[in-house]
């Protein structure tokens, strides 16, 4: 359901968006094509968010990830990276955007 409202607002605001179920289609996603951004969940299926953000970065050291989560970081246990950035859940529509831009516009 938040991958859906996340993809329904971002394409609303005119961003291209490819929405996947799990990490390891995302991973496939971003062998076939480049990202200027991942927004991810943190605890999924499969793995873990910062793991994916992890192996996608094996091929763009610099891409922007935005992490969701009803946990904190600290929670978690893992560090934010210099191009990361954590939204909370429950997410709203306009805090999506505005974190999506400011990554997108850092």
């Not at 560090?79 to 909370?88: C, F, I, K, N």
């Amino acid at each position: 359901m938040v991958r859906d409202l996340a993809r329904d607002v971002l394409e609303g605001l005119g961003y291209a968006v490819t929405a996947v179920d799990r990490p390891s289609k995302a991973i496939a996603a971003a062998a076939a094509a480049r990202f200027d951004l991942v927004v991810t969940d943190v605890v999924m299926p499969e793995m873990m968010g910062d793991a994916v953000a992890t192996r996608l970065r094996t091929a763009d050291p610099d891409l922007r990830v935005e992490f969701m989560s009803g946990y904190t970081a600290r929670a978690l246990d893992f560090e934010l990276g210099p191009h990361d950035s954590m939204l909370h859940k429950p997410v709203r529509p306009r805090d999506l955007a505005a974190t999506v831009r400011a990554a997108l516009d850092s």
